[in-house]
Every structure is written in C-alpha cells, then in structure tokens.
C-alpha cells in the first residue's frame, strides 16, 4: 500500500496521451490499489491514474459513488470507454484532486453508460446517474487530456491559474481537499 502524490495543475504530465492496459498483471493490479489508497487519503471521489504519474488508461471510482455494495472499496475502470451518454443534463460544481479547492460549474450528462475491464480482465458495462455519472465523464476526460480548467471561460481560466500558484508558493495545495473531487 502506497499513497502517491498527486500531479497538479499545470503539471504538463496531466496533459500526456494515455496508452491502453495490454494485460492485467501484477503491476497494474499494485497500480490500482496505490491509487484506491490515494483516492481514500485525499477524499476524492474517483482518480485517474494520469493524476499519479502513470499513462496508463485506468481510472477508479470511490465505492460509494459507484454505489458498490458495502465494503467494496472502488470500482475499478481499465481501458474504459462512455458507450451511451443521456440527453438530460446535469449542472454542478465539480472539482479535481489535479485541482486542489478549486469548484467550477460543469453541465453533464446526468446518465452515462461506461464499458470498462475489471481487475479480473473481465469486460462489464455499468450505468450510473447523478454524481456517478459525473465522476465518470469525469475521469474519462483525464484519459484524454481534458481538464477541468478547460470548460470554463478565459477570466475564469486566469483566476484558477492565479489561485494555484498563489497556493503551490504558500506550500497549501495538499490541504483543503473537499469531497467530490476526481
Ligand atoms: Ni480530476
């Protein structure tokens, strides 16, 4: 068990393409349980593992989120893939680990269907509403890329960056960490 840290923006890595699991060894399976342990220390609702430095197309979703049965930890999304977003949108807040105290207003879809492999190589397909199937646009963004600073307009854009910076020269931005953050 290992807490990793956590790539924040404007850290260049969270911005690198994601290359898919070829196989679910015990790398992956040690990579996926640092990142459920780091998921849980930083209160996050879900990580991708582009968050801890890794490329590889992963990403993990609280259990509760997910609405696993009691003691299931996370639910765990290799080579994942949106197969069906619903019309109906969803507005919120959102935040990001990558992020830290940072909320900006995102319009999702409020049901998505996500295929993905579990941690037994087994492909499954899941549906979730709400913030479910937000953490799961969510984290499906961070395998491409996209970031949360993206969806909001250039003013907006400016203050976070300023923010963030003021925070990493304070020495902060591991504090704070609010739930609901992927
Ligand atoms: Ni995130």
Redesign the pocket.
Known sequence: MAILPIVKYPDPRLRQPTVPVARVDDEIRALVRDMIDTMYASNGA?L?AI?VGSDQRIFVIEGQVAGLPEGAPALVCINPEIVWLGAELDGGDEG???FPGIFVPVKRALRARLRAMGLDGQLYEVEGEGLFARAIQ??QD?LTGRL?IDMVGALKREMIKRKLKRAAERGDDEDEVAEA??
Do not use: D, T, V
Request: aromatic letters at 0%.
């Open positions: 879900g991708a968050q990001c680990l990558s969510h984290e961070h949360l953050e992927g």
